[in-house]
T-cell receptor, first 111, second 120 residues
Framework: KQEVTQIPAALSVPEGENLVLNCSFTDSAIYNLQWFRQDPGKGLTSLLL?????REQTSGRLNASLDKSSGRSTLYIAASQPGDSATYLCAVAGANSKLTFGKGITLSVRP | GAVVSQHPSWVICKSGTSVKIECRSL??????MFWYRQFPKQSLMLMAT?????????EQGVEKDKFLINHASLTLSTLTVTSAHPEDSSFYIC????????????????FGNGTRLTVT
């Protein structure tokens, strides 16, 4: 059974800092991996999707990497801003598009 | 971009009543829709997979008679929580897999904004 782990559960950084969020998964047989953002009480916003054949994806200040063999992914956020404060969820897709989510990392960026 | 509309965004109901949540794909056809539940500070847990025109497939531990799922068209799936109890209070989110030609799990998934259910 796939398990996705995100540590730490919460992170607080000063504005402007570059930061890395980590995600690990137990079964490397995945189709893709996605990073989502969730604001309190809201739904999910897809940030980046990495196909299993890819190593990384970039969008603006965000860069996500995938190392399938070691079961790891990182989300890199450059020059963090208070508006980046949210919960970041990592999810891996198995057969039939079923997603297994981690518990998320709650990020707080202090002005 | 593709939009999934989930309604209502929040609902409060009394214990013992039933609540229906709708998930609509507004500008695309969705052959498959997924229903998730999220408890506070927990990850999203897949409840069931809904395929248009067929019975839903429920994950282990999810009561199919309590959580009724109907996927009558390529743009609409509904989740009905029957005889709701306070422990059913949670955040329910649907996602829709965009229908595209070709095979594989790489068709985009689009998420609704979720429904906050509170059972008193």
């Amino acid at each position: 059974k796939q398990e996705v782990t995100q540590i730490p559960a919460a992170l607080s950084v000063p504005e402007g800092e570059n930061l890395v969020l980590n995600c690990s998964f137990t079964d490397s047989a995945i189709y893709n991996l996605q990073w989502f953002r969730q604001d309190p009480g809201k739904g999910l916003t897809s940030l980046l999707l990495i196909q299993s054949s890819q190593r990384e994806q970039t969008s603006g200040r965000l860069n996500a990497s995938l190392d399938k063999s070691s079961g790891r992914s990182t989300l890199y956020i450059a020059a963090s801003q208070p508006g980046d404060s949210a919960t970041y969820l990592c999810a891996v897709a198995g057969a039939n598009s079923k997603l297994t989510f981690g518990k998320g990392i709650t990020l707080s960026v202090r002005p | 971009g593709a939009v999934v509309s989930q309604h209502p965004s929040w609902v409060i109901c009394k214990s013992g009543t039933s609540v229906k949540i709708e998930c609509r794909s507004l500008d695309f056809q969705a052959t498959t829709m997924f229903w998730y539940r999220q408890f506070p500070k927990q990850s999203l847990m897949l409840m069931a997979t809904s395929n248009e025109g067929s019975k839903a497939t429920y994950e282990q531990g999810v009561e199919k008679d309590k959580f009724l799922i109907n996927h009558a068209s390529l743009t609409l799936s509904t989740l009905t929580v029957t005889s709701a109890h306070p422990e059913d209070s949670s955040f329910y989110i649907c996602s829709a897999k965009e229908r595209r030609t070709g095979v594989g799990s790489n068709s985009p998934l689009h998420f609704g904004n979720g429904t906050r259910l509170t059972v008193t």
